[in-house]
């Protein structure tokens, strides 16, 4: 029998504005959940936070994309929301983008990231869970984690990782799909997943053999719902050892504090910090971008764990220099590279102060006008 598990996220309102999930939601959750796991719908899961997402974890016999364990995240959320807006937390029922349950959760707000696969005789994970920014923010891990030999030493040394991997990247703008292998592909994989708006590492499998390495879950918010209304705050899975890459070679891909897309409304460049649990908070405007990470070995449906991740000095300097790159970053104020670029900024708050100016501009004669959207416009060179 495969075991599936299922990560499952959203923000339901929280504590003092987007800083932190209240504990009372989360304890609402885990009647939800607890009485899942007695009527046999999930075998195990785990319950936690980043900023203000309530995390799902959860480990089930019933394959991804199952009717019952998806209502049973929404059921989860929606209790959760209401006793949110009883507390009169900030943004209830925020990521929830419709007030009925259609089958599974894609859709409906909530980030999802879920793998099926045979358990090996010992099955570690680690499942990274970030707050305040965007799916494309494990473009860049994911490719150090399973294609770089500078930061993956067993690309290199290990037979198994030798051949390397299969990357699957979604267009969240065009709904379209593409397949990498490396190393062979390196370079035109690179060439999309840097513009990490529209191109996302979905899935990876290990090429030899087409076992699923790794999952993200890849909901863009503010596509499905037209306009701003939170950042999507992703969750990668990744399974490790015995032929895949090692736990420290998936938590060293992190130990750069990358600039992510999110912070402050959405609309900010910013580091993105590795923390432990206690830190996952989201505090200096807003943020910074804060990474948790919980590691769990998985036994016949059981979730053994989890391990805090971060929760080590080794991360110090990582989090020390996310602190320098916070201070030079905010010191822009609201100019790029610190703002995000235009085409980003359509979807904040923004396009509604940029459509109250609109009938302030004069047309001046003699200019050319320029194509100007990224993801529009066609080059005539």
Do not use: C
């Amino acid at each position: 029998m495969k075991t599936t598990l299922s990560v499952i996220k959203a923000d339901i309102g929280s504590l003092a504005g987007h800083h932190t999930v209240h504990p009372d939601t989360m304890a609402v959750a885990n009647r939800v959940l607890a009485e899942a796991k007695r009527s046999g719908v999930i075998s195990d899961y785990y319950i936690t936070h980043v900023g203000d997402d309530l995390e799902l974890i959860m480990t089930h016999s019933r394959g991804t994309l199952d009717p019952k364990v998806h209502e049973t995240a929404w059921n989860a959320f929606k209790e959760a929301a209401k006793v949110a807006k009883d507390l009169g937390l900030y943004a209830a029922g925020q990521d929830l983008l419709s007030d009925s349950f259609s089958g599974n959760v894609k859709g409906l707000g909530p980030g999802v990231a879920e793998m099926e696969f045979e358990e090996r005789q010992s099955e570690p994970i680690a499942i990274f869970m970030a707050d305040k920014t965007e799916p494309g923010a494990f473009n860049l891990p994911i490719y150090k984690l399973f294609a770089d030999p500078f930061n993956t030493a067993g690309l290199v040394i290990d037979p198994a990782l030798h051949n390397g991997f299969r990357f699957d990247v979604l267009d969240v703008y065009e709904g379209e799909s593409v397949t990498f292998t490396t190393p062979e592909e390196s370079y035109d994989l690179l060439a999309l997943i840097g513009t990490t708006g529209r191109y996302v590492v979905r899935r990876v499998w290990r090429k030899q053999d087409d076992l699923l390495a790794s999952t993200v879950s890849i909901e863009r918010l503010n596509l499905m719902a037209g306009k701003y209304v939170g950042k999507d705050d992703p969750v990668m899975v990744v399974r490790l050892q015995h032929g895949l890459p090692a736990l420290g070679e998936a938590l060293e891909a992190f130990s750069f504090p990358h600039l992510v897309a999110g912070w402050m409304r959405g609309s900010h460049y910013g580091p993105l910090m590795p923390v432990s649990q206690r830190d996952a908070r989201a505090t200096r405007f807003d943020g910074p971008p804060r990474l948790i990470g919980l590691g769990f070995n998985v036994k016949n449906g059981k979730l053994v764990g989890p391990s805090d991740l971060f929760d080590d000095p080794a991360f110090d300097n990582a989090r020390r220099l996310a602190s320098d790159v916070t201070d030079y970053m905010r010191r822009h104020g609201p100019f790029m590279p610190h703002r995000l670029e235009p085409a980003e900024m359509e979807y904040t708050t923004l396009s509604l102060v940029l459509e109250k100016l609109k009938g302030r501009f004069k047309k001046e004669e003699g200019l050319t006008k320029a194509k100007h959207s990224v993801y529009t416009a066609q080059s005539s060179e």
